[in-house]
C-alpha cells in the first residue's frame, strides 16, 4: 500500500516535500520506487526515480529543483520539489515495483500505485 500526502498550493518559487508511506512486506531498499504526476487533460508522466542502490533519473524539467529520497527506517520515500512553477501543477503519484531494472520511468512498468496527493502552483 501506498499512501502520499504532502501536496497543497504554493506561489511560483516555492517548495514542498511530499511524503509516500509504504506498507509492504518487501524491504523498502528491494522495491524499485518512483513519483509521477498527471496534470488535467494530459498524459501521466514519470518524474522522478530510484533504484536500489539509490541511483536516479529525473524528468529534464524537473531536474535541478527536485530531489527524490527514501528513508528506509521510515518506510517512506520523499519527493523534495523547490522552485516549483505553475508547470508543475498536477496529481502527484508514487510507484513502485519489483522487476530487476530500476529507476524506469515509463508507467507500464510500475505494479503499484498510491491515491496521489494534489500540487497546485499558481
Known amino acids: 500500500q501506498l499512501v502520499e500526502s504532502g501536496g497543497g498550493s504554493v506561489q511560483a518559487g516555492g517548495s514542498l516535500r511530499l511524503s509516500c508511506a509504504v506498507s509492504s512486506s518487501t524491504a523498502l531498499s528491494d522495491l524499485c520506487l518512483a513519483w509521477f504526476r498527471q496534470a488535467p487533460g494530459k498524459e501521466r508522466e514519470g518524474v522522478a526515480a530510484i533504484g536500489r542502490s539509490r541511483n536516479t533519473n529525473y524528468l529534464e524539467s524537473v531536474k535541478g529543483r527536485f530531489t527524490i529520497s527514501r528513508v528506509t527506517a521510515e518506510n517512506t520515500l520523499y519527493l523534495e520539489m523547490n522552485n516549483l512553477n505553475p508547470e508543475d501543477t498536477a496529481m502527484y503519484y508514487c510507484?513502485?515495483?519489483?522487476?530487476?531494472?530500476?529507476?524506469?520511468?515509463?508507467?507500464?512498468?510500475?505494479?503499484?500505485w498510491g491515491q496521489g496527493t494534489q500540487v497546485t502552483v499558481s
Open positions: 510507484a513502485a515495483h519489483l522487476n530487476p531494472a530500476c529507476t524506469g520511468l515509463g508507467v507500464p512498468q510500475y505494479n503499484y
